[in-house]
């Protein structure tokens, strides 16, 4: 099979994952338990009919998703005039409907969240990433090392660690060197300029280190072992016999080959940042997507559930493919078929 | 140093420690090690290709590894050429000699100076390529860390040389693919091609046949042969196969358990063994006429633990020909005829 046969197999997959995941993403909210309107509603004198205002601008007075009433009647433009091909006519028009709580836009509210939460997550990867891959080959290459033993134990301790009681831990030890919480100082705005920037790097510190250190224990011990892996393999004798030097084994046979299985990981764990660091922003009050999420949750705030989850779902799809197609330009053994 | 002999070895030892658990430890158990390699001499000559025969575990694959510096030798000498490698891959340096001398390098320079003069063929040709790697580039890597070529075209030239000498033609058929698309007669050949490019003059071949079926190893073997016609390369192939061995090599030394047992011409010790142990091997090893029935001599039980190795000489609880005091001494080498020794106290 050609690569590019290949190539649009796997986009044609990764778009039925999608599709199977609009459809998901709406009945997973209409299942759950707990009437929004309900939570909308603060003052308990509201009136019956204002109540039902509030269903009709929502149009969540219509059917699911299926209209039966309509359907005896023989009312045929009616039947599938239901919340669901509400749902998805506006998705298609880019509108993912308006926060129950805050009344605005969601398409807004991700924009306005996404950066921030990337911003994060970016930082934390990259320090993982090249921290990990670091740590994890001078684990392998001095294996059976006291350093070794070290990087393997405080790998499983922090892999083992919960996000948010390591993100609490690093809050008390840091207490009042370090900002704890939000992105910046109460006060200050983007117009301050350098001050108002180096106060969101100091805000950004803790909850970046927070991902950095737990993502990174899974790198540095996933190439450790696959590195210690490589490094048994019969062609690092060969290139030894060269004349190639522990250097030279290292960036020549062993790096490469021990990065396959870090890119698969690498894809998938960046698919499932963009929602992961819902803990990392809950505790540190990080004000992006994975914060909105959890407030979302609490308020019952389906439109902007259903946003983020779509986001999440495309992210993880996204990072799948990226691995997928990846791995067929690293690994000549993977053969497109 | 006589001029003839490339490479020397002399009461080259290698032993492996086994690990010592706690249990060992609380038992008051002594620490042990493997008798890999446990005494053996033996020369090979300029242009000569030489057959090192043992059964798995004998301890062959560990002389051809010590040869080039890729482990540390626990006792004995290995001179490559008058220098002793032993010393080098201790990393001990020797600052004597002529201004050409190796000794003077520092160690890394030195284990380059040894590689680029001495290479090895790998048993596994399907393990020992790198899977990521063209052809082109792992035949053209040792040239690159080497330091050998300056530029492409003299890059592609050696190459093209060193895959077309060892049958791979013509050699921009091949040089773009990766291993996996290659089979394993065709991958043994790169990895042949890999240790040519550098024109070493010593060839370690350890068993490079015996993962290829039986109907390419001829042309491999031949094509060893002919690079010695060629280039005058000397080889050390190891084998556990009588017949291969036989087919193209000049002497044989026959190993027993970290031990030469018996070493001369070829053609002599297929003929005429000496030892009871080659006399075994060479009594089952198949011919091509059936009508030819032979007395075989099957040897009973295993090779030894080389851990704990047998007192005497140590082939002795197998052997159908001991006697007691084979139990008590260990034999030293007999000359049978000239260049042709074997260690048994029946001689």
């Given at each position: 099979m050609q690569r590019s046969d290949y190539l649009l197999r796997k986009i044609g997959f990764a778009i039925a994952t999608l599709l199977v995941v609009v459809i998901f993403n709406f009945f997973l909210f209409r299942i759950l338990p707990g009437d929004p309107v309900k939570l909308i509603i603060h003052s308990p004198r509201m009136t019956r009919e204002a109540q039902e205002r509030i269903r009709v601008t929502f149009g969540l007075d219509r059917p699911i998703w299926l209209d039966v009433e309509a359907l005896k009647t023989g009312d045929l433009p009616r039947v599938f005039d239901t919340q669901f091909t509400a749902y998805v006519r506006n998705l298609l028009h880019g509108d993912l409907g308006i926060s129950f709580a805050t009344r605005r836009d969601v398409v807004d509210l991700l924009r306005e969240r996404l950066w921030r939460t990337v911003v994060l997550i970016i930082l934390g990867e990259v320090l993982a990433i090249f921290f990990g891959i670091a740590l994890g080959m001078l684990a392998a290459w001095r294996r059976g090392s006291k350093l070794d033993t070290g990087i393997l134990l405080w790998g499983l301790f922090t892999w083992a660690m919960p996000t948010?009681?390591?993100?609490?831990?690093?809050?008390?030890?840091?207490?009042?060197?370090?900002?704890?919480?939000?992105?910046?100082?109460?006060?200050?705005?983007?117009?301050?300029?350098?001050?108002?920037?180096?106060?969101?790097?100091?805000?950004?510190?803790?909850?970046?280190?927070?991902?950095?250190?737990?993502?990174?224990?899974?790198?540095?011990?996933?190439?450790?072992?696959s590195v210690v892996e490589v490094l048994s393999e019969d062609y690092i004798l060969t290139a030894k016999a060269k004349g190639l030097s522990t250097f030279d084994i290292f960036r020549r046979h062993a790096l490469k080959n021990s990065m396959l299985p870090m890119v698969t990981i690498i894809a998938l764990t960046l698919g499932y940042t963009v929602g992961g660091a819902i803990q990392v922003e809950t505790v540190f009050s990080w004000p992006g997507i994975g914060r909105l999420m959890f407030e979302a949750?609490?308020?019952?705030?389906?439109?902007?559930?259903?946003?983020?989850?779509?986001?999440?779902a495309v992210s993880v799809i996204l990072a799948n493919l990226l691995a997928d197609l990846l791995y067929t330009f690293l690994d000549p053994r993977v053969k497109p078929d | 140093m006589s001029n003839q002999a490339i490479l020397q070895i002399k009461t080259l030892y290698k032993h492996f420690p086994v690990a010592?658990?706690?249990?060992?430890?609380?038992?008051?158990?002594p620490h042990q090690v493997v008798h890999a390699v446990d005494g053996v001499s033996f020369d090979v000559a300029r242009g000569e290709i030489l057959a090192l025969v043992g059964e798995s575990g004998s301890g062959k694959t560990t002389v051809g590894m010590n040869i080039l510096g890729?482990?540390?030798?626990?006792?004995?000498?290995?001179?490559?050429?008058?220098?002793?490698?032993?010393?080098?891959?201790?990393?001990?340096?020797?600052?004597?000699?002529?201004?050409?001398?190796?000794?003077?390098?520092?160690?890394?320079?030195?284990?380059m100076a040894l590689h680029r003069r001495a290479q090895m063929v790998f048993q596994d040709p399907y393990e020992s390529l790198n899977p990521r790697q063209r052809i082109f580039d792992i035949v053209a890597e040792p040239l690159e860390i080497h330091g050998l070529v300056s530029n492409r075209e003299e890059k592609q030239a050696r190459v093209r040389a060193a895959l077309e000498d060892s049958g791979l033609v013509?050699?921009?058929?091949?040089?773009?693919?990766?291993?996996?698309?290659?089979?394993?007669?065709?991958?043994?050949?790169?990895?042949?091609?890999g240790a040519l490019v550098l024109e070493p003059e010593l060839l370690i071949a350890d068993e490079p046949v015996s993962m290829l079926d039986v109907s390419i190893r001829a042309e491999i073997l031949t094509l060893l042969q002919n690079l010695r016609l060629a280039h005058g390369i000397t080889i050390l192939y190891t084998t556990h196969d009588l017949a291969t061995a036989g087919y193209f090599t000049d002497r044989m030394a026959v190993m027993y358990l970290g031990r030469i047992v018996e070493i001369g011409p070829t053609i002599e010790v297929l003929?005429?063994?000496?030892?009871?142990?080659?006399?075994?091997?060479?009594?089952v090893a198949p011919v091509p006429n059936p009508r030819k029935r032979r007395k075989r001599m099957i040897l009973q039980g295993e090779v030894p633990n080389p851990i704990q190795v047998p007192p005497g000489c140590r082939f002795h609880p197998r052997c159908p020909l001991a006697e007691e005091r084979c139990k008590q001494s260990d034999p030293p080498f007999v000359?049978?005829?000239?260049?042709?020794?074997?260690a048994c106290l029946l001689l």
């Open positions: 948010f009681f390591f993100g609490i831990i690093l809050i008390l030890l840091t207490r009042g060197i370090l900002p704890v919480g939000g992105m910046s100082t109460p006060g200050l705005r983007p117009d301050d300029g350098w001050v108002f920037w180096k106060d969101v790097g100091r805000h950004l510190i803790l909850p970046t280190l927070t991902l950095t250190l737990l993502y990174m224990s899974e790198y540095m011990l996933i190439m450790r072992s949750v609490q308020k019952r705030d389906y439109p902007v559930l259903q946003g983020s989850f779509l986001l999440l | 010592h658990t706690v249990k060992d430890r609380l038992a008051r158990r890729l482990q540390v030798p626990t006792r004995g000498q290995i001179l490559f050429d008058g220098h002793n490698i032993a010393d080098w891959a201790k990393g001990r340096l020797r600052p004597d000699g002529s201004p050409e001398d190796l000794g003077k390098l520092s160690r890394r320079r030195q284990i013509p050699a921009d058929h091949f040089w773009n693919r990766y291993p996996d698309e290659l089979s394993g007669g065709q991958r043994q050949r790169v990895v042949i091609a003929k005429a063994p000496c030892h009871p142990y080659t006399q075994a091997l060479v009594s000359e049978v005829t000239q260049n042709h020794k074997a």
